[in-house]
Protein backbone atom coordinates (compact mmCIF):
# COMPACT_ATOMS: atom_id res chain seq x y z
CA UNK A 1 0.00 0.00 0.00
CA UNK A 2 0.90 3.42 -1.06
CA UNK A 3 2.76 5.95 1.98
CA UNK A 4 0.33 8.66 2.67
CA UNK A 5 1.70 12.03 3.09
CA UNK A 6 -0.57 15.00 4.37
CA UNK A 7 1.06 18.26 3.41
CA UNK A 8 -0.51 21.48 5.58
CA UNK A 9 1.16 24.67 5.04
CA UNK A 10 2.51 24.63 9.17
CA UNK A 11 2.76 21.80 11.27
CA UNK A 12 0.42 24.17 14.23
CA UNK A 13 -2.38 23.38 11.76
CA UNK A 14 -2.90 19.39 12.23
CA UNK A 15 -1.07 19.26 16.07
CA UNK A 16 -2.34 15.57 16.54
CA UNK A 17 -1.98 13.75 13.48
CA UNK A 18 -3.72 10.50 12.78
CA UNK A 19 -2.58 7.21 12.44
CA UNK A 20 -3.03 6.96 8.70
CA UNK A 21 0.03 8.79 7.58
CA UNK A 22 2.79 11.75 7.73
CA UNK A 23 2.35 15.36 8.47
CA UNK A 24 4.87 17.58 6.76
CA UNK A 25 4.90 21.19 5.80
CA UNK A 26 4.63 22.22 2.44
CA UNK A 27 7.96 23.48 2.66
CA UNK A 28 9.23 20.33 3.16
CA UNK A 29 7.39 18.98 -0.24
CA UNK A 30 8.57 21.96 -2.05
CA UNK A 31 12.34 20.83 -0.85
CA UNK A 32 11.69 17.17 -0.79
CA UNK A 33 12.31 16.79 2.55
CA UNK A 34 10.34 13.67 3.37
CA UNK A 35 10.98 9.89 3.33
CA UNK A 36 11.86 8.65 0.22
CA UNK A 37 10.88 4.83 -1.24
CA UNK A 38 10.30 2.89 -3.84
CA UNK A 39 6.86 3.20 -3.88
CA UNK A 40 5.29 6.38 -4.54
CA UNK A 41 3.50 8.01 -2.30
CA UNK A 42 -0.09 9.26 -1.76
CA UNK A 43 -0.61 13.05 -0.97
CA UNK A 44 -3.55 15.13 0.93
CA UNK A 45 -3.38 18.31 -0.08
CA UNK A 46 -4.29 20.34 3.14
CA UNK A 47 -2.90 23.51 2.99
CA UNK A 48 -4.79 26.74 3.89
CA UNK A 49 -5.17 28.24 0.23
CA UNK A 50 -6.16 26.62 -2.81
CA UNK A 51 -6.58 29.41 -5.17
CA UNK A 52 -4.47 29.98 -8.33
CA UNK A 53 -0.52 30.25 -7.93
CA UNK A 54 -1.46 29.51 -3.96
CA UNK A 55 0.69 26.83 -2.12
CA UNK A 56 -2.07 24.43 -2.42
CA UNK A 57 -2.11 25.25 -5.99
CA UNK A 58 1.83 24.25 -6.34
CA UNK A 59 1.23 21.19 -4.03
CA UNK A 60 -1.12 19.16 -6.33
CA UNK A 61 0.77 20.59 -9.29
CA UNK A 62 4.00 19.27 -8.18
CA UNK A 63 2.36 15.91 -6.80
CA UNK A 64 1.28 15.25 -10.24
CA UNK A 65 4.66 16.39 -11.94
CA UNK A 66 6.48 13.87 -9.46
CA UNK A 67 3.98 10.96 -10.30
CA UNK A 68 2.17 11.27 -6.98
CA UNK A 69 -1.20 10.05 -6.26
CA UNK A 70 -2.75 13.91 -5.03
CA UNK A 71 -6.37 14.34 -3.64
CA UNK A 72 -7.06 17.19 -4.58
CA UNK A 73 -5.89 16.83 -8.03
CA UNK A 74 -5.20 20.05 -10.02
CA UNK A 75 -7.82 19.67 -12.34
CA UNK A 76 -10.20 19.19 -9.18
CA UNK A 77 -8.86 22.61 -7.22
CA UNK A 78 -9.22 24.31 -11.01
CA UNK A 79 -12.50 23.16 -10.95
CA UNK A 80 -13.36 24.61 -7.73
CA UNK A 81 -11.84 27.74 -7.56
CA UNK A 82 -13.63 28.50 -10.71
CA UNK A 83 -17.72 29.26 -10.00
CA UNK A 84 -17.91 28.70 -13.93
CA UNK A 85 -16.11 25.60 -13.70
CA UNK A 86 -18.14 23.73 -11.35
CA UNK A 87 -21.37 25.27 -11.94
CA UNK A 88 -21.35 23.05 -15.42
CA UNK A 89 -20.38 20.26 -13.19
CA UNK A 90 -23.33 20.48 -10.43
CA UNK A 91 -26.09 21.64 -13.42
CA UNK A 92 -26.04 18.37 -14.60
CA UNK A 93 -25.18 16.26 -11.21
CA UNK A 94 -29.05 15.58 -10.19
CA UNK A 95 -28.22 15.02 -6.53
CA UNK A 96 -30.48 14.22 -4.14
CA UNK A 97 -31.55 17.65 -1.90
CA UNK A 98 -34.71 15.80 -0.22
CA UNK A 99 -33.00 15.64 3.22
CA UNK A 100 -32.39 19.78 3.37
CA UNK A 101 -35.05 21.92 5.16
CA UNK A 102 -38.46 22.32 3.28
CA UNK A 103 -39.57 24.81 5.11
CA UNK A 104 -36.82 27.48 5.01
CA UNK A 105 -37.70 30.80 3.45
CA UNK A 106 -37.24 32.10 -0.15
CA UNK A 107 -33.52 33.22 -0.70
CA UNK A 108 -32.10 31.64 2.39
CA UNK A 109 -28.44 29.96 2.70
CA UNK A 110 -27.34 26.88 3.94
CA UNK A 111 -23.57 25.85 4.38
CA UNK A 112 -22.67 22.25 4.80
CA UNK A 113 -18.79 20.64 5.57
CA UNK A 114 -18.49 17.47 4.12
CA UNK A 115 -15.02 15.15 4.61
CA UNK A 116 -13.95 12.86 1.81
CA UNK A 117 -17.59 12.63 0.64
CA UNK A 118 -19.36 11.71 4.36
CA UNK A 119 -21.24 14.82 6.65
CA UNK A 120 -21.83 14.95 10.38
CA UNK A 121 -25.74 14.68 9.22
CA UNK A 122 -25.80 10.97 8.42
CA UNK A 123 -29.20 12.09 5.99
CA UNK A 124 -26.55 13.98 4.03
CA UNK A 125 -24.21 11.46 2.90
CA UNK A 126 -25.37 10.54 -0.17
CA UNK A 127 -25.16 14.08 -0.97
CA UNK A 128 -22.04 14.46 0.11
CA UNK A 129 -21.24 11.39 -1.67
CA UNK A 130 -22.35 12.33 -5.15
CA UNK A 131 -20.65 15.20 -4.68
CA UNK A 132 -17.18 13.48 -4.01
CA UNK A 133 -17.40 11.68 -6.87
CA UNK A 134 -17.52 14.83 -9.07
CA UNK A 135 -14.70 16.93 -6.80
CA UNK A 136 -12.28 14.85 -4.75
CA UNK A 137 -11.56 16.84 -2.43
CA UNK A 138 -10.84 16.27 1.40
CA UNK A 139 -12.47 18.89 2.99
CA UNK A 140 -15.72 20.71 0.67
CA UNK A 141 -17.92 23.24 2.12
CA UNK A 142 -21.05 24.04 -0.17
CA UNK A 143 -22.95 27.01 0.00
CA UNK A 144 -27.06 26.31 -1.39
CA UNK A 145 -29.78 28.80 -1.51
CA UNK A 146 -33.33 28.26 -1.27
CA UNK A 147 -34.93 29.33 -4.84
CA UNK A 148 -37.74 27.75 -6.11
CA UNK A 149 -35.59 24.18 -4.38
CA UNK A 150 -32.57 24.10 -2.96
CA UNK A 151 -29.53 24.80 -5.64
CA UNK A 152 -25.94 24.29 -4.92
CA UNK A 153 -24.41 28.08 -5.33
CA UNK A 154 -20.77 27.93 -3.77
CA UNK A 155 -18.00 25.42 -3.45
CA UNK A 156 -15.01 25.91 -2.07
CA UNK A 157 -12.49 23.52 -0.50
CA UNK A 158 -10.84 24.02 3.04
CA UNK A 159 -7.93 23.60 5.82
CA UNK A 160 -8.04 21.40 9.14
CA UNK A 161 -7.59 24.66 10.83
CA UNK A 162 -10.87 25.78 9.58
CA UNK A 163 -12.31 22.58 11.15
CA UNK A 164 -14.59 22.71 14.96
CA UNK A 165 -13.11 20.12 17.15
CA UNK A 166 -15.99 16.85 16.44
CA UNK A 167 -15.80 18.33 12.70
CA UNK A 168 -11.77 17.34 12.99
CA UNK A 169 -12.86 13.66 14.57
CA UNK A 170 -14.82 13.30 12.09
CA UNK A 171 -12.36 14.46 9.18
CA UNK A 172 -9.76 12.33 10.67
CA UNK A 173 -11.83 8.55 11.17
CA UNK A 174 -12.59 9.71 7.18
CA UNK A 175 -8.91 10.64 6.08
CA UNK A 176 -8.26 6.94 7.39
CA UNK A 177 -10.89 5.40 5.93
CA UNK A 178 -10.40 7.17 2.27
CA UNK A 179 -6.62 5.70 2.27
CA UNK A 180 -8.04 2.05 2.14
CA UNK A 181 -10.39 3.38 -1.04
CA UNK A 182 -9.63 4.26 -4.78
CA UNK A 183 -12.15 6.32 -6.39
CA UNK A 184 -12.74 6.52 -9.60
CA UNK A 185 -14.31 9.26 -11.75
CA UNK A 186 -17.40 8.29 -14.11
CA UNK A 187 -16.76 7.97 -17.91
CA UNK A 188 -18.34 10.32 -20.51
CA UNK A 189 -20.53 9.32 -23.41
CA UNK A 190 -19.14 9.70 -26.37
CA UNK A 191 -20.70 11.77 -29.40
CA UNK A 192 -21.01 10.46 -33.09
CA UNK A 193 -20.85 13.34 -35.35
CA UNK A 194 -17.62 14.44 -37.13
CA UNK A 195 -17.35 18.62 -36.80
CA UNK A 196 -14.89 20.22 -35.12
CA UNK A 197 -15.13 23.50 -33.84
CA UNK A 198 -11.76 25.64 -33.86
CA UNK A 199 -11.87 27.80 -30.94
CA UNK A 200 -10.61 31.75 -31.88
CA UNK A 201 -10.14 35.22 -30.02
CA UNK A 202 -10.18 37.78 -33.03
CA UNK A 203 -8.60 40.43 -30.73
CA UNK A 204 -5.95 38.67 -29.70
CA UNK A 205 -2.75 40.30 -30.43
CA UNK A 206 -0.42 37.43 -30.72
CA UNK A 207 -2.90 34.77 -31.89
CA UNK A 208 -0.67 30.84 -32.81
CA UNK A 209 -2.33 31.09 -36.14
CA UNK A 210 -3.09 33.86 -38.00
CA UNK A 211 -6.46 34.31 -40.79
CA UNK A 212 -4.14 32.26 -43.51
CA UNK A 213 -3.24 28.73 -40.61
CA UNK A 214 -6.73 28.68 -40.08
CA UNK A 215 -8.08 29.11 -44.19
CA UNK A 216 -5.85 26.32 -44.29
CA UNK A 217 -7.07 24.21 -41.47
CA UNK A 218 -10.48 24.46 -42.44
CA UNK A 219 -9.74 23.89 -45.96
CA UNK A 220 -7.50 20.30 -44.73
CA UNK A 221 -10.59 19.31 -43.06
CA UNK A 222 -12.96 19.86 -45.73
CA UNK A 223 -10.43 17.25 -47.57
CA UNK A 224 -11.54 14.71 -44.90
CA UNK A 225 -14.64 14.61 -44.53
CA UNK A 226 -14.50 17.26 -41.03
CA UNK A 227 -16.86 20.17 -40.82
CA UNK A 228 -14.61 23.00 -39.36
CA UNK A 229 -15.97 26.00 -38.00
CA UNK A 230 -14.57 28.99 -36.00
CA UNK A 231 -16.04 29.86 -32.64
CA UNK A 232 -14.93 32.55 -30.37
CA UNK A 233 -15.63 33.13 -26.55
CA UNK A 234 -19.53 33.77 -27.01
CA UNK A 235 -19.96 30.14 -28.38
CA UNK A 236 -19.67 28.66 -24.83
CA UNK A 237 -23.05 27.16 -24.78
CA UNK A 238 -22.92 25.24 -28.25
CA UNK A 239 -19.89 23.12 -27.70
CA UNK A 240 -22.47 20.09 -27.27
CA UNK A 241 -22.92 21.09 -31.18
CA UNK A 242 -19.54 19.37 -31.85
CA UNK A 243 -17.47 16.27 -32.13
CA UNK A 244 -14.14 17.75 -31.48
CA UNK A 245 -12.26 21.00 -30.05
CA UNK A 246 -9.31 22.75 -31.50
CA UNK A 247 -8.21 25.59 -29.66
CA UNK A 248 -6.12 28.42 -31.66
CA UNK A 249 -6.00 30.81 -29.06
CA UNK A 250 -3.66 31.26 -26.37
CA UNK A 251 -4.42 29.49 -23.28
CA UNK A 252 -4.09 29.83 -19.30
CA UNK A 253 -5.34 28.39 -16.63
CA UNK A 254 -6.99 31.38 -15.65
CA UNK A 255 -8.88 32.07 -18.99
CA UNK A 256 -11.61 30.90 -20.47
CA UNK A 257 -9.65 28.65 -22.82
CA UNK A 258 -9.24 26.46 -19.79
CA UNK A 259 -13.22 26.41 -19.19
CA UNK A 260 -13.74 25.68 -22.85
CA UNK A 261 -11.21 22.63 -22.90
CA UNK A 262 -13.07 21.26 -19.73
CA UNK A 263 -16.64 22.05 -20.71
CA UNK A 264 -15.82 19.77 -24.37
CA UNK A 265 -14.14 17.40 -22.27
CA UNK A 266 -17.44 16.79 -19.94
CA UNK A 267 -19.14 16.73 -23.24
CA UNK A 268 -17.03 13.89 -24.62
CA UNK A 269 -15.49 15.79 -27.56
CA UNK A 270 -12.12 15.34 -28.63
CA UNK A 271 -9.89 18.05 -27.33
CA UNK A 272 -6.53 19.66 -28.49
CA UNK A 273 -5.32 21.34 -26.30
CA UNK A 274 -6.76 18.96 -23.38
CA UNK A 275 -6.86 20.70 -20.14
CA UNK A 276 -4.42 18.68 -18.93
CA UNK A 277 -1.64 19.35 -21.33
CA UNK A 278 -2.97 23.32 -20.60
CA UNK A 279 -2.43 22.80 -17.26
CA UNK A 280 1.02 21.09 -17.18
CA UNK A 281 2.34 23.27 -19.82
CA UNK A 282 1.26 26.81 -18.59
CA UNK A 283 3.10 26.71 -15.33
CA UNK A 284 6.97 26.11 -15.53
CA UNK A 285 7.03 24.87 -11.68
CA UNK A 286 5.54 21.85 -13.18
CA UNK A 287 7.69 21.59 -16.04
CA UNK A 288 10.46 22.20 -14.04
CA UNK A 289 9.65 19.54 -11.47
CA UNK A 290 8.94 16.91 -14.87
CA UNK A 291 11.75 17.71 -16.57
CA UNK A 292 14.21 16.37 -13.15
CA UNK A 293 12.65 13.84 -12.50
CA UNK A 294 12.24 12.11 -15.89
CA UNK A 295 16.02 13.09 -16.42
CA UNK A 296 14.90 15.47 -19.56
CA UNK A 297 17.67 18.03 -20.81
CA UNK A 298 17.31 21.67 -19.25
CA UNK A 299 19.35 24.32 -17.65
CA UNK A 300 19.59 24.35 -14.11
CA UNK A 301 17.01 25.19 -12.39
CA UNK A 302 16.05 26.21 -8.91
CA UNK A 303 12.76 26.64 -7.24
CA UNK A 304 12.25 30.03 -5.14
CA UNK A 305 9.87 30.36 -2.01
CA UNK A 306 8.23 33.53 -1.28
CA UNK A 307 9.47 34.03 2.10
CA UNK A 308 12.67 32.05 1.78
CA UNK A 309 15.60 35.18 1.39
CA UNK A 310 18.68 32.14 2.11
CA UNK A 311 17.33 30.99 -1.74
CA UNK A 312 18.71 33.82 -3.32
CA UNK A 313 21.88 33.44 -1.25
CA UNK A 314 21.84 30.12 -2.54
CA UNK A 315 21.71 31.04 -6.14
CA UNK A 316 23.75 33.71 -5.89
CA UNK A 317 26.27 31.03 -5.19
CA UNK A 318 25.65 28.31 -6.85
CA UNK A 319 24.55 29.90 -10.44
CA UNK A 320 26.31 33.39 -10.36
CA UNK A 321 25.22 36.18 -12.78
CA UNK A 322 23.23 36.65 -15.08
CA UNK A 323 20.72 34.45 -13.88
CA UNK A 324 16.90 34.17 -15.48
CA UNK A 325 13.93 35.01 -13.41
CA UNK A 326 10.14 33.57 -14.61
CA UNK A 327 6.85 33.72 -13.33
CA UNK A 328 5.09 30.08 -13.65
CA UNK A 329 2.82 30.91 -16.08
CA UNK A 330 4.27 33.56 -18.85
CA UNK A 331 3.79 32.98 -22.20
CA UNK A 332 5.39 34.95 -25.28
CA UNK A 333 8.73 35.72 -22.75
CA UNK A 334 6.45 37.99 -20.49
CA UNK A 335 7.19 37.41 -16.83
CA UNK A 336 10.59 36.13 -17.59
CA UNK A 337 13.58 38.94 -16.49
CA UNK A 338 17.45 38.29 -16.16
CA UNK A 339 19.28 39.43 -13.02
CA UNK A 340 22.77 40.71 -13.91
CA UNK A 341 23.70 41.38 -10.41
CA UNK A 342 22.54 40.47 -6.55
CA UNK A 343 20.78 44.01 -6.68
CA UNK A 344 18.97 43.08 -9.72
CA UNK A 345 18.45 39.78 -8.38
CA UNK A 346 16.54 41.18 -4.95
CA UNK A 347 14.26 43.90 -7.35
CA UNK A 348 13.22 41.14 -9.84
CA UNK A 349 12.08 38.49 -7.21
CA UNK A 350 10.48 41.40 -4.63
CA UNK A 351 8.72 42.38 -8.22
CA UNK A 352 7.57 39.32 -9.20
CA UNK A 353 6.71 37.10 -5.89
CA UNK A 354 3.72 40.01 -5.45
CA UNK A 355 2.45 37.78 -8.50
CA UNK A 356 3.20 33.88 -7.54
CA UNK A 357 4.35 32.18 -4.25
CA UNK A 358 7.05 30.16 -6.51
CA UNK A 359 9.32 32.07 -9.36
CA UNK A 360 11.92 29.65 -10.96
CA UNK A 361 15.39 31.05 -11.60
CA UNK A 362 17.24 29.06 -14.37
CA UNK A 363 21.11 29.03 -15.25
CA UNK A 364 21.28 31.72 -18.63
CA UNK A 365 22.77 29.61 -21.84
CA UNK A 366 22.99 32.42 -24.31
CA UNK A 367 22.27 31.00 -27.85
CA UNK A 368 21.74 32.85 -30.84
CA UNK A 369 18.27 31.41 -31.75
CA UNK A 370 16.14 28.60 -30.09
CA UNK A 371 14.56 25.97 -31.79
CA UNK A 372 10.96 25.08 -31.67
CA UNK A 373 10.19 21.23 -32.38
CA UNK A 374 6.34 20.80 -33.14
CA UNK A 375 5.53 17.35 -31.74
CA UNK A 376 2.30 15.71 -32.56
CA UNK A 377 0.79 12.68 -31.31
CA UNK A 378 4.50 11.97 -29.95
CA UNK A 379 6.08 11.93 -32.89
CA UNK A 380 7.83 15.31 -34.15
CA UNK A 381 5.68 17.30 -36.68
CA UNK A 382 7.67 20.33 -37.95
CA UNK A 383 10.97 21.86 -36.95
CA UNK A 384 11.88 26.11 -36.66
CA UNK A 385 14.82 27.89 -35.38
CA UNK A 386 13.49 31.49 -33.88
CA UNK A 387 16.59 33.59 -33.60
CA UNK A 388 17.27 35.92 -31.00
CA UNK A 389 15.82 39.90 -31.34
CA UNK A 390 18.75 42.07 -32.18
CA UNK A 391 20.54 43.24 -29.38
CA UNK A 392 18.41 41.53 -27.05
CA UNK A 393 18.49 38.07 -25.27
CA UNK A 394 15.12 36.69 -26.24
CA UNK A 395 12.94 36.50 -29.12
CA UNK A 396 10.71 38.70 -28.18
CA UNK A 397 11.09 42.36 -26.99
CA UNK A 398 8.03 43.85 -25.59
CA UNK A 399 7.56 47.26 -24.85
CA UNK A 400 5.47 50.02 -26.53
CA UNK A 401 5.51 47.49 -29.85
CA UNK A 402 5.93 44.12 -29.47
CA UNK A 403 9.56 43.05 -31.44
CA UNK A 404 10.50 39.26 -32.43
CA UNK A 405 13.45 38.06 -34.49
CA UNK A 406 13.48 36.07 -37.64
CA UNK A 407 13.15 32.34 -38.21
CA UNK A 408 14.32 29.00 -40.20
CA UNK A 409 12.10 26.97 -41.07
CA UNK A 410 13.79 23.16 -41.77
CA UNK A 411 12.69 19.31 -42.08
CA UNK A 412 12.91 17.44 -39.17
CA UNK A 413 15.50 15.19 -40.50
CA UNK A 414 17.77 17.77 -40.56
CA UNK A 415 17.74 18.78 -36.65
CA UNK A 416 20.31 18.07 -34.77
CA UNK A 417 19.69 13.95 -33.25
CA UNK A 418 20.03 15.90 -29.46
CA UNK A 419 17.78 18.57 -29.92
CA UNK A 420 15.25 15.91 -31.22
CA UNK A 421 15.41 13.64 -28.79
CA UNK A 422 15.58 16.50 -25.65
CA UNK A 423 12.07 17.19 -27.54
CA UNK A 424 10.96 14.44 -27.42
CA UNK A 425 11.88 13.09 -23.66
CA UNK A 426 10.11 16.75 -22.78
CA UNK A 427 6.84 16.05 -24.06
CA UNK A 428 6.90 12.02 -23.41
CA UNK A 429 5.68 12.30 -19.94
CA UNK A 430 3.02 15.46 -20.27
CA UNK A 431 0.82 13.58 -22.86
CA UNK A 432 -0.13 12.90 -26.64
CA UNK A 433 -1.16 15.83 -27.49
CA UNK A 434 0.17 18.82 -29.71
CA UNK A 435 2.91 20.84 -28.54
CA UNK A 436 6.13 22.96 -28.83
CA UNK A 437 8.97 22.38 -27.60
CA UNK A 438 11.68 25.17 -27.26
CA UNK A 439 15.26 23.40 -26.79
CA UNK A 440 18.44 25.62 -27.22
CA UNK A 441 21.52 23.62 -28.50
CA UNK A 442 24.67 24.12 -27.13
CA UNK A 443 28.33 22.63 -27.24
CA UNK A 444 26.10 19.66 -29.32
CA UNK A 445 23.40 18.86 -26.73
CA UNK A 446 19.95 19.77 -26.45
CA UNK A 447 19.05 22.08 -23.40
CA UNK A 448 14.89 22.01 -22.95
CA UNK A 449 13.28 25.68 -22.41
CA UNK A 450 9.88 25.09 -22.01
CA UNK A 451 7.17 23.15 -23.88
CA UNK A 452 3.89 24.74 -25.18
CA UNK A 453 0.92 23.64 -25.23
CA UNK A 454 -0.50 25.72 -27.90
CA UNK A 455 2.45 25.88 -30.23
CA UNK A 456 2.11 28.40 -33.68
CA UNK A 457 1.21 27.27 -36.72
CA UNK A 458 1.25 30.33 -38.53
CA UNK A 459 0.52 30.75 -42.56
CA UNK A 460 4.23 31.55 -44.15
CA UNK A 461 6.35 30.53 -41.19
CA UNK A 462 5.86 26.87 -39.28
CA UNK A 463 4.60 25.48 -42.53
CA UNK A 464 6.93 26.92 -45.09
CA UNK A 465 8.52 23.81 -45.70
CA UNK A 466 5.94 21.04 -45.21
CA UNK A 467 2.59 23.36 -47.15
CA UNK A 468 -0.63 21.79 -46.49
CA UNK A 469 0.71 18.35 -45.47
CA UNK A 470 1.34 20.24 -41.93
CA UNK A 471 -2.36 21.02 -41.68
CA UNK A 472 -3.09 17.75 -43.42
CA UNK A 473 -1.28 15.81 -40.34
CA UNK A 474 -2.94 18.21 -37.52
CA UNK A 475 -6.37 17.19 -38.78
CA UNK A 476 -5.75 13.66 -39.58
CA UNK A 477 -5.04 13.24 -35.74
CA UNK A 478 -7.95 14.87 -34.82
CA UNK A 479 -10.12 12.59 -37.44
CA UNK A 480 -8.29 9.43 -36.03
CA UNK A 481 -9.17 10.70 -32.40
CA UNK A 482 -12.46 11.21 -33.24
CA UNK A 483 -13.35 7.96 -35.54
CA UNK A 484 -12.47 6.20 -32.29
CA UNK A 485 -14.09 8.15 -29.68
CA UNK A 486 -17.12 6.90 -32.07
CA UNK A 487 -15.58 3.33 -32.32
CA UNK A 488 -14.84 2.78 -35.72
Known amino acids: MSKTLIVVHQRKDWPQPPTAGQVITFQDYVTGNYPQGSVRPRIINLCRKFGYLSEGYYCSLLAEARGHKITPSLQTLSDLTRRSLYRIRVSDLGVPLNNLPVDAEPNSSLKLRFFFGRSLDPTLDELARRLFEIFPCPLLEITL?????????????????????DERELFTWTLEDFTRKQWRRKRVKAR??????????????????????????????REMGIHCQLITQRDYLRLPEFDGLFIRTTTNIDHFTFRFARKAENE??????DSNSILRCTNKVYLADLFRIHKVPAPRTLLLHRGHREQLDKLAADFGFPVVIKIPDGSFSRGVEKANNREELDSISRKLFRESTLLLAQEFLYTDF?????????????????YMVKRHWQIYRHGQRTNSGGFDTLPVSEVPTAVLEAALAATRPIGDGFYGVDVKEKD????VIEVNDNPSIESG??????????YRQVMGT??????ARRGH
Not at 268 to 273: F, P, Q, R
Not at 461 to 470: A, C, P, R, S, T
Request: charged share 30%.
Open 444 to 447: GRGY
Open 145 to 165: KRKAQWEITGLRPLSPRQLAE
Open 192 to 221: SRYDLAILCDPGESMPPSNAGALKRFIRAG
Open 461 to 470: IEDKHLGMDL
Open 370 to 386: DWRIGVLDRKPLYACRY
Open 478 to 483: LLRRME
Open 268 to 273: GLVVID
